[in-house]
């Protein structure tokens, strides 16, 4: 089996650290994919971090991570969460395994966060930890729970 652990991130997520640093915390999408690398190489897995402001690019990478037959995907898609029924199809279509990520919990927040189209066929979701929900999630992957 692959050791291979896709990390994909959505919009606005380049700015943390600076966006709504009362919602999202202070630390960066470096730092969390540093804690991450360095997590991932004790478990022996590999990450592979990204980020885009644009939801056909989760589609792709989302397919992308399938063909290469990854471990699992870490998908937080932000916004698309609440919106795109492209990346609950993506999801469905593949056999990769993805546990939806949040650093936040949407679903103590505004109504129209509540909503999750990548939940309705995500393998797990952590959500509200601050950065730590990526390395929950990423033991999950790690003891096989996805
Ligand atoms: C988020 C929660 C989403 O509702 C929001 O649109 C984000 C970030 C989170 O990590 O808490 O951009 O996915």
Known sequence: MSNLVYVLNGPNLNLLGLREPEIYGSTTLDEIAGM??????????TIDMRQTNHEGMLVD?????????????????????????????????????????????????????????????????VEGLGPQSYLVALEKVARGEV
């Open 61 to 125: 990478w989302l397919h992308e991570a399938n063909a290469n037959q990854a471990r699992a995907v870490l998908l937080n898609a932000a916004a698309y969460t609440h919106t795109s029924i492209a990346l609950l199809d993506a999801i469905k279509a593949i056999t990769v395994p993805v546990i939806e990520v949040h650093l936040s919990d949407p679903k103590t927040r505004e109504a129209f966060r509540h909503l999750s189209y990548v939940g309705m066929a995500a393998a797990a979701t």
């Open 36 to 45: 991450l690398e360095d997590r991932a190489s004790e478990l022996g897995l």
